[in-house]
């Protein structure tokens, strides 16, 4: 079946690194998005893999292993604004709207 | 830079009413989507459409149902409110481009509550 796996809540200290693990197990797959949620808001769009190896965008890199159907999301020089949810989202097929999306990872920056 | 604008942000409703919700995007995009977000679990497609004129099912389409007359606008009907479709209903859209990464674009939502 189709399933993909975040932790529920994660706590990190401002100014540390966190990494946010996403597991997957779809009947297909053409890419991996990751997506921010602050509370209240709309889901905005951080990163896309498709492709094994990590991608870096500023204080933000997402991590795809296709063969272990695994990514993460690593977080550096936390900020108090990246308290967020953190939205793991499968494409299946060649259609975007053919997207799984996990429930996404609750993230908790302490001063 | 509007991007997707969803109406209303708010509204409660009794068991039995209907509704609208709109959502209109002015980025040229040819996908439309209405995901509803419930605590503890991903987003959920509802319907989705990819082009004017053209709907389909998502992934739990009971008791909704959609229309696309204009590219810009995609609207999502409630026929006959329950209190399972007490939710956070977002509209969301992109462009749809075979090979390339095109990320879903969000509206902020609409708060439903059914009584």
């Known amino acids: 079946g189709q399933n993909i796996d975040q932790p529920t809540e994660m706590t990190a200290t401002e100014g540390a690194i966190v990494q946010i693990n996403c597991t997957y197990q779809t009947s297909g797959f053409n890419g991996l998005f990751w997506y921010q949620q602050h509370a209240g808001e709309a889901p905005t769009f951080l990163s896309y893999?498709?492709l094994d190896g990590l991608e870096e965008k500023g204080r933000f890199s997402s991590f795809l292993s296709r063969s272990k159907g695994y990514s993460y999301l690593l977080l550096k020089e936390l900020q108090m604004k990246d308290s967020a949810s953190y939205l793991c989202?499968?494409?299946?097929?060649?259609?975007?709207?053919?997207?799984?999306w996990g429930a996404g990872t609750k993230l908790i920056i302490k001063p | 830079n509007a991007g997707v604008t969803q109406t209303p942000k708010f509204r409660v409703l009794k068991t039995g009413q209907s509704m609208t919700l709109l959502c209109a995007q002015d980025m040229n995009h040819e996908y439309m989507y209405w995901y509803r977000q419930d605590p503890g679990m991903g987003l959920r497609l509802i319907h989705y459409s990819v082009g004017e004129g053209t709907t389909a099912k998502g992934e739990v389409p009971d008791g909704y149902n959609v229309s696309r007359l204009k590219k810009q606008n995609f609207l999502l009907g409630l026929e006959s409110a329950a209190p399972s479709q007490t939710s956070v209903y977002f509209c969301?859209?992109?462009?749809?481009?075979?090979?390339?990464?095109?990320?879903?674009?969000f509206g902020d939502g609409t708060r439903l509550s059914i009584l």
């Open positions: 989202a499968v494409r299946e097929g060649d259609s975007n709207y053919q997207l799984i």
């Open positions: 893999n498709v």
């Open positions: 969301a859209s992109s462009h749809e481009r075979t090979g390339n990464n095109q990320p879903q674009h």
